[in-house]
């Protein structure tokens, strides 16, 4: 009478197995960071992530048991067949998902949530970021544990059978079935507490990497999926409104001691060129590998303006970044305000901005716009011209993304001879962007993808350096304001500390500065750049909430970032991660203290609150 559930049971713990060994390749597939872990934080991830297994499997068990049911009353729901059939396709789908996951994390730093079916819909950019990796070999590798484990769930389900093949007292055996469909509520929801199972629930220290070691990977894609239309209330909710409110509004208020640093006359406006360094992080300044120097250039034009050396991304995306550099509109959690097109036509901008001031705007990628959504962005700017790959010749393809970053900056050039002055100019790279591929032989040895992550970074180096060298030339240069900066940061090289993923550099620079070989150390974000364009250009109108002014000596010094469902604020002495998730501080350094977290709290809550209303 109780073989049928001993079956069940069987079944159940098969895949409890299974996702414990999909554990173990996760922390083996990343183990630049477990290496960075102490080992029995990842021993006891095995453990503590054993209640979200434990429950992906009971979802998976649900259609067993109907199965099982079905089986003491229909001879074909008692043959093995159909519990192969299942057990393998709904293998494949998640055997995909772990793969998946598993180079996320190391490319992104978390684990994969609905974030990469918005790439689905630009296919081609969405195979030119995966085709650094070994694509092939991944496939084959994926066949063969994927034909291995479809083995033994077969084997293991050819002897557990004989459990359903009695079918005397069918209606007893039916109800022990049910009874037993219905205790698996129980691992569903992970257990009898009065929340449902959640990430927090297999949180367990205040490592941020064995927590996430401890995610069931396809459990967090599919509870991920039910939040795509959560829009109604804010998850990020801390404190009063007012409160929060008051915090953010303390945090922009400033005296206005602005320092005038660009030279400007109500005759002549000067241009400004907003350079865009895909993935251009801070931790490569100083970094030289066998006596060659990664961003030897770049070094170089430090001397040559006013550098901010403590500035942070306020996302960890492309798609975040542009809209944090020309928004000024702070990174979300999750998602990316891009992705609502009806949101973002409602942003202030600065190509918005300076075209009522009567500049020529233009943006300028050798990429496709339509990835992650971003030409909608720019199309609500009102860039005057939009230039991108559709705008090189197939002979400029030089890259898979498009035309590589030397390809664009001979275009530019070129172009500025017809443009009408001033001009506001805005150019998004590319060729530092996943697989990392140059046109010019490597510098650095080495296949890895960190080396050629070096060698990128190095090649677009000397292509700005070219670009700065060739507009010095060129009589408007005395009138013209170059910025430096990057969409985002990035995870190489590996420091162990998440918060060093967003530091990116901020240069000022150009003919039309007042002031050379600066540098200023208070901490500022890359949110403050388009408020103190518009202070620096005397524009009467500045709607840019989140802004900081760089050059204002009475604003405050801080950064604000977001990560998956996290937070991270930092002060000229400390800097903090706090996981929304787990509800706790995740990472702690400096002279930290309630007042920073809190503050952090108040502008993911007000942030979260505007994006709402938009």
Partial sequence: MLKKALFILIYLLTWVAFFELARIFFLFSTWQYATEVPRLLLFQSLWYGLKMDLSMASYITV??????????????????????????????????LIIIDAE????WGNRIDFTPLKYLYTPKEMMASISHLPVFWILVGFILVYLVIVWCFAKIISRA?????????????????????????????????????????????????????????????????????????????????????????NLYNAENKNEQVINISDSVKPNIILIIWESFTEKVLDLSIEDKKVVPNFKELLKEGIYFSNCYSSGDRTDKGISAILSAYPALP??????????????????NLFLKNGFTTNFYYGGEPEFANIKSYLTAQNFQQLITKNNFSEADMNSKWGAHDDVVMKKILNDF??????????WLTLSSHEPFETPVQPVFNGKDNQSKFFNSLHYTDSVIFAFINELKKKPSWNNTIVIISADHGHYYPVTGKRADDYRIPVLWLGGALKKKNIVVDKTISQLDIAGSLAQQLHFSENSFRFSKNLFDSSSKHFAFFTFNDGIGYVTDSSRQLFDNVGKKIVFEEGK??????????????VIYTDFLKK
């Fill in 63 to 96: 259609l067993t048991s109907l199965f099982s049911l079905a089986g003491i009353f229909i001879p074909f729901f008692r043959t093995k067949k159909i519990y192969i059939f299942y057990s393998a396709f709904v293998l494949f789908l998640l055997l995909l």
């Fill in 104 to 107: 996320i994390f190391k490319a």
């Fill in 161 to 249: 059978i004989p459990f359903l093949q009695n079918t005397r007292l069918r209606w007893l055996q039916s109800l022990v079935v049910v009874i037993f469909m219905g205790l698996l509520i129980i691992p569903i929801r992970g257990g009898f507490q009065l929340s449902p199972l959640n990430q927090s629930s297999v949180f367990f220290c205040n490592n941020q990497y064995a927590n996430n070691a401890a995610v069931n990977a396809p459990w967090n894609f599919m509870h991920s999926i039910t939040l795509l239309n959560q829009l109604k209330g804010n998850p990020y909710e801390y404190m009063d409104e007012e409160e929060s409110n008051q915090i953010v509004n």
């Fill in 334 to 351: 999750k998602g990316s305000i891009v992705n609502y097109p009806v949101k973002t036509a409602r942003l202030p901008g600065l190509g």
């Fill in 417 to 426: 001879s017809g443009i009408q002055q001033p001009f506001f100019t805005t």
């Fill in 592 to 605: 930290s203290g309630v007042s920073q977290i809190n503050n952090a709290k108040a502008l993911m809550q």
